[in-house]
């Protein structure tokens, strides 16, 4: 299966760039990054403003595009976006019946990082040491996972990099991040990996390619 994920941008494509291959073997992923997040239109069915190019902004008519082109096709469509400010169940819930208004057949999931991306990272002590040897695992283990604490300038004050330099930090985490959910503290990490699970395993997802089996002659057997 194709999953198409729509995120704010270039950090958040650099992490699911590295990490979904390794969590999700078998499947593809192309990440599509956006001008930071941006906010629903008001009116839903209008073209997008040209100037407003960012997740919410551009996603009514992100969706109708890959409604229109669900009928050929077994992709899916994972939305990640950040929480920040927003309430998280209100956010989701929106999204949720955006979709169901657009094409309910669409096959598309929302996730919501609490509060930034960087709270994935954080979920997993482990991965945070090795990619960051030098980092202040006293205040990393001090973060209650998903808190609202401005996720990144509390990820950049533990591992020294006050730039915010996010796509840094996505390359160093997406090849370490544990796979598992069970080896994250992050909710909402575990509710990324659970539904992205759903997304590749649901009914109208092909299998798996399975391993061919190469038979040996008999003769070649009896000579090993």
């Known amino acids: 299966m194709k999953v198409h994920v729509l995120v704010e941008g270039k950090s958040e494509k650099a ?6 291959p390794r969590a999700f073997k078998g499947h593809r992923f192309q990440a599509h990054p956006h001008q930071g997040k941006g906010a629903l239109p008001s009116d839903t069915a209008a073209l997008p403003a040209p100037k407003r190019r ?18 050929s096709s077994n992709d899916a469509v994972l939305v990640l976006v950040d929480a920040d400010d927003d309430d998280c169940g209100a956010l989701k819930q929106g999204l949720v019946a955006l979709a169901m208004t657009l094409e309910p057949r669409l096959n598309v999931i929302f996730r919501i990082a609490v509060e930034e991306t960087e709270a994935f990272y954080l979920g997993d002590l482990c991965a945070l040491k090795r990619a960051f040897p030098n980092a202040d695992m006293d205040k990393a283990r001090a973060y209650v996972p998903d808190s609202i604490v401005k996720t990144a300038e509390l990820f950049g004050s533990i591992v020294g990099d006050g730039g915010l330099n996010k796509v840094w930090w996505a390359d160093e985490m997406g090849p370490r991040l544990t796979t598992r959910p069970s080896g994250s503290r992050s909710p909402s990490f575990r509710a990324l990996h659970a539904g992205i699970r759903s997304l590749v395993t649901s009914p109208g997802a092909p299998p798996k390619p399975r391993r061919k089996f190469r038979h040996v002659p008999r003769t070649a057997r009896r000579a090993r």
């Open 15 to 20: 992490f699911l760039e590295a990490w979904t």
């Open 54 to 71: 960012g997740l919410l902004d551009l996603l009514p008519a992100t969706l109708r595009g890959y409604a229109n082109a669900a009928a």
